[in-house]
């Protein structure tokens, strides 16, 4: 069941869904409409699997909110869950920076998207998590993720962090904020958030 708690008709409505489920030994099991039988299934993995992850290297769960909104803003479907499980296998925790992390990624991911990698339930319990994921579209987005974010990483190795928040923008969207050229300032569409500090 899907519980709705902005307007039904907002496309970035906030939404959760909701089944019953029972736990046994080895994860729980949930009704599935499609087989119309409760079927084995073990989300606790994944979480486990994200919180250790996130406790190895603090910008995880950060990085993963930005590559799934990368997923979402595609013009064919990708699930949230397919970009989840794409980073537990390729978005390094041991890297120095947030943008060499990100740039791993896509670069990982396109190669084993494009060599035909199966993306499947890391619990084990199914196969391919999105068994009609468009794997061509998906694979070349990847991959021009990867060009543009190594184009950001070389501008940003040459102090040109204008350019390369520029190439940011161009793969997580206008939402992301670039450096003016000229003033070093930080820009954006964004009303300037508010920030509770000290005053006096």
């Avoid at 729980?28 to 190895?56: C, N, Q, T």
């Avoid at 793969?171 to 070093?184: E, L, N, Y």
């Amino acid at each position: 069941m899907k519980c709705f708690l902005d307007d039904p008709e907002d496309d970035n409505g906030f939404t959760v869904d909701v089944m019953p489920a029972f736990r046994q030994d080895g994860g729980i099991r949930i009704p599935e409409a499609l087989a119309e039988a409760w079927v084995d299934s073990d989300p606790e993995l994944l979480i486990e699997a994200s919180r250790e992850r996130h406790a190895a290297w603090n910008k995880w769960a950060g990085s993963v909110r930005m590559l799934k909104r990368w997923g979402a803003d595609r013009p064919f479907k990708v699930k949230s869950l397919t970009i989840e499980v794409l980073a537990l296998d390729h978005l390094p925790t041991n890297r120095n920076s947030q943008p060499g992390a990100l740039a791993a990624f896509f670069a990982a991911a396109a190669y084993a998207v494009e060599s035909g990698e199966s993306i499947d339930d890391p619990a084990g319990l199914c196969g391919p998590i999105q068994p009609e994921l468009e794997t061509v579209a998906f694979g070349d987005a990847l991959r021009d993720a990867a060009l543009a974010a190594q184009a950001a990483l070389a501008a940003q190795a040459e102090n040109n962090d204008a350019l390369a928040s520029l190439k940011w923008a161009g793969i997580f969207g206008s939402d992301f904020p670039t450096i003016a050229a000229s003033s070093g300032a930080m820009t954006s569409d964004r009303p300037r958030p508010v920030r509770d500090s000290p005053q006096g």
